[in-house]
T-cell receptor, first 118, second 114 residues
Framework: AQKITQTQPGMFVQEKEAVTLDCTYD???????LFWYKQPSSGEMIFLIY??????QNATEGRYSLNFQKARKSANLVISASQLGDSAMYFC???????????????FGSGTQLTVLP | DVKVTQSSRYLVKRTGEKVFLECVQD?????MFWYRQDPGLGLRLIYF???????EKGDIPEGYSVSREKKERFSLILESASTNQTSMYLC?????????????FGPGTRLTVT
């Protein structure tokens, strides 16, 4: 069974500074994918970034980057130059392969509430 | 842009009522999902569907059923609503690809059962 752990229930960062949100995972599958989502107070989950287990380089997407350390089973999200609009809940998730059918189930962590201070 | 819509943002129902939550996606995605979200627990998968009329149980299917009669529509049914089903319900869809496909979410339905 897979498990995603986010140990920081809440984080604060000053506007324009960088922040790292931690995520560790546990899986016996050699092939897997890691995702980060942002959930503002409006409730909608917004896809941010993806990292595949066989990707040679860390994923980047604008101000978001993923610090992927496969041996340590960690996939931390780094947000550079924080903005007030970055205040939200952030979820780490892992995709597993389902033996039947083709759907790819995501397993989510419990989330980190990020607050950007002016 | 992918668009996933849900029939209601807020819903209040009484214990024992039959409740229908509707989800529609406009991107011709094969896969659709229903999650519930509770504080401190993250998102938990209730059911998913990888094709019309096909469904699979997720981690917490008890008390729920689903229906997928058309590719774009995936319904979650609470046969007899109970107070412990008060939660945020999120629908998602994803294309049938072998690897990197993200799931795209709707705005969520906050259901209160009294």
């Amino acid at each position: 069974a897979q498990k995603i752990t986010q140990t920081q229930p809440g984080m604060f960062v000053q506007e324009k500074e960088a922040v790292t949100l931690d995520c560790t995972y546990d899986t016996s599958d050699p092939s897997y994918g890691l995702f980060w989502y942002k959930q503002p107070s409006s409730g909608e989950m917004i896809f941010l970034i993806y990292q595949g287990s066989y990707d040679q380089q860390n994923a980047t997407e604008g101000r978001y980057s993923l610090n992927f350390q496969k041996a340590r089973k960690s996939a931390n999200l780094v947000i550079s130059a924080s903005q007030l609009g970055d205040s939200a809940m952030y979820f780490c998730a892992m995709r597993e392969v389902i033996s039947s059918g083709s759907a790819r189930q995501l397993t989510f962590g419990s989330g980190t509430q990020l607050t950007v201070l002016p | 842009d992918v668009k996933v819509t849900q029939s209601s943002r807020y819903l209040v129902k009484r214990t024992g009522e039959k409740v229908f939550l509707e989800c529609v996606q406009d991107m011709d995605h094969e896969n659709m999902f229903w999650y519930r979200q509770d504080p401190g627990l993250g998102l938990r998968l209730i059911y998913f569907s990888y094709d019309v009329k096909m469904k699979e149980k997720g981690d917490i299917p008890e008390g729920y059923s689903v229906s997928r009669e058309k590719k774009e529509r995936f319904s979650l049914i609470l046969e007899s609503a109970s107070t412990n089903q008060t939660s945020m319900y999120l629908c998602a869809s994803s294309p049938e690809t072998s690897g990197r496909a993200a799931q795209y979410f709707g705005p969520g339905t906050r259901l209160t059962v009294t």
